[in-house]
């Protein structure tokens, strides 16, 4: 065996790699896979993992949610309503097809029919076609988030989904929970392609041998997905050797893993922000702002963040997370009894009162056990909370009816973007516009409403960030809603699985830069 691995450290020397660049093969266990390898059928955290896998977008964040050139190479606002994307040359698709600027037009257009996006892309009137590899997006006035927008559209291979299938249907077809040409046939730029899918059993990729990215020190040659829905199951995978990673990791197995030698465990701050929101239309109290902060001030969510959440959870004292442009230092965590009692005593509920409560057991991480401790937080300030638990199928359309005094949501904005948290969160209900969609606090405050309107068309970013702080010091001291913690996402990985400079708080680690030893 020495003497075989002697000549095939000779033979990679040679060829000028090591044996940390051979090419490997390996297992990850997600707890789902993705329902079509359509793009564009579902707007979901597997749709867009796999989107990162086998195709390319034109840009994309890194760790430090900072923009990275992807198929574009650059970019600039040529004026207010317009932003031209230099597209990289030399790209081919899975198909051999090459990549060019139409393929970039045809994407967005699709993306714009698309029920789940087009929501996104809205503000974006038109994508135009310069030359070959040349495209100007324009907006519908101004409009500062044209590159968040840009980081969904992974160009399509316009040629190879044109046309029609042996039985006459349309390639480019889109179809929600449909069997179309898009969604079991694939030619992106990523680089991976598919080499064979079993619905709910496996994915194989393979790298793809003309991938653009020669910088990448990507060397994973095979990688295979299978989804393993269990959290017990997913871990004794790992702990076996049957899959070299997972995701996500229970924070009951967080032990396991960290005593486990041959293992690593990877959490980082995510940007899905889990709260509570204060229904001021059903209980007349929390019209009281004193009593809306007494509430806040009562929640000990650092505790929560720490107990319940098992360090995959960062207490959190607004809505934007650190990287975000609304993110505000000066608001942290406020848990203080005795202050929360002092605010109810000034606002003239000394004696407490009751409160209805509503939480789904099986949406969040640990949702259930969440709402059961801040229930009983509540009670050292004398509100008695009738609390009731669900699953999440029969929980959100009782959300959707705003009739509870406090009601839990998780929520990450599909823009990255602070100001989204505010538009579909805690901005003034507004059926015509959608605004305040999700908003069953019922809190309304006009200064917020023109801020968050006033930053969506300011294209200034330092002017732009400091009215979106200042939005959410506003909704700080009105106690809008009580903050808990942003879920960590978190993985593990055998230690030869270098994971930690691929992940990212969106959850879509980047596999076509993995580097296996």
């Known amino acids: 065996m020495k003497t075989v691995k002697s000549k095939l450290a000779l033979a990679l020397f040679a060829a000028g790699l090591s044996f940390s660049a051979a090419a490997a093969d390996i297992t990850v266990a997600y707890d789902a896979d993705p329902v079509s390898l359509d793009p564009h059928e579902q707007l979901s955290g597997g749709t867009l993992q796999l989107s990162h896998m086998v195709f390319d977008p034109l840009i994309r964040f890194n760790q430090n949610m900072e923009f990275e050139p992807r198929l574009a190479e650059k970019w600039e606002r040529l ?100 069997s179309t040409f898009a969604s079991t046939n694939l030619s992106g730029t990523g680089a991976f392609k598919i080499a064979d899918r079993e619905q709910g ?23 295979t997905l299978v989804p393993i829905k269990e959290d017990a199951t997913r871990v004794a995978a790992l702990l076996s050797g049957d899959v070299d990673m997972i995701a996500p990791v229970s924070p009951n197995d967080y032990k396991r893993i960290k005593g486990n030698d041959k293992l690593d465990l990877y959490t980082m701050p995510g940007t899905r922000i889990i709260t509570f929101q204060l229904n001021q239309k059903v209980s007349e109290p929390l019209q009281n702002v004193k009593v809306r902060q007494a509430i806040v001030h009562a929640v000990n ?12 959870g960062t207490a959190a004292g607004q809505q934007s997370p650190v990287g975000y442009a609304g993110y505000n230092a000066d608001l942290s965590p406020r848990y203080d009894l005795n202050k929360a009692k002092a605010l109810m005593k000034e606002a003239g509920y000394e004696n407490g009162f009751t409160l209805t409560m509503i939480a789904p057991n099986n949406r969040y991480v640990n949702d259930e056990k969440i709402a059961q401790a801040v229930a009983a937080m509540l009670a ?41 948290f505010t538009e579909f969160l805690a901005m003034t209900r507004n059926s015509d516009t959608g605004k305040g969609q ?10 917020v409403d023109k801020l968050v309107e006033a930053a969506n068309g300011e294209t200034d970013l330092n002017k732009r960030n400091q009215m979106l702080r200042d939005v959410e010091a506003m909704l700080y001291n009105d106690a809008a809603f009580v903050p808990l913690h942003w879920q960590d996402p978190s993985w593990a990985a055998k230690k030869s699985v270098n994971i930690q400079p691929i992940i990212n708080g969106m959850n879509f680690p980047y596999f076509g830069d993995l580097v296996v030893n």
């Not at 699953?391 to 949501?409: L, R, T, V």
């Open 79 to 178: 004026n207010d309503t317009t932003v031209r994307f230099h597209l990289r040359k030399g790209v081919k698709f899975h198909s051999g097809n090459d990549f060019t600027a139409d393929d970039v037009v045809w994407t967005f257009d699709r993306l714009k029919s698309s029920p789940d996006f087009k929501g996104i892309f809205t503000p974006l009137t038109a994508l135009n076609k310069v030359d070959s590899h040349t495209v100007d997006i324009v907006t519908d006035g101004l409009y500062p988030l044209v590159e968040n927008v840009a980081t969904y559209i992974f160009a399509m291979d316009s040629k190879y989904y044109s046309g029609t299938t042996a039985d006459g249907k349309d390639k480019a077809e889109l179809k929600k929970n449909g």
């Open 201 to 223: 059993v496996k994915v194989e990729f393979e790298r793809f041998a003309d991938y653009w990215d020669k910088s990448s020190k990507g060397n994973v040659d095979k990688l």
């Open 438 to 447: 999700y908003n069953c606090g019922h809190y309304s405050n006009t200064e």
């Open 380 to 420: 050292k300030i004398q509100i008695k909370v009738d609390l009731q638990t669900m699953p999440k199928a029969q929980y959100w359309p009782e959300f959707d009816k705003c009739e509870s005094g406090m009601q839990m949501i998780g929520w990450h904005p599909d823009t990255e973007d602070s100001a989204n």
């Open 301 to 312: 969510n650092e505790g929560i963040a720490k107990k319940i959440m098992k360090g995959s």
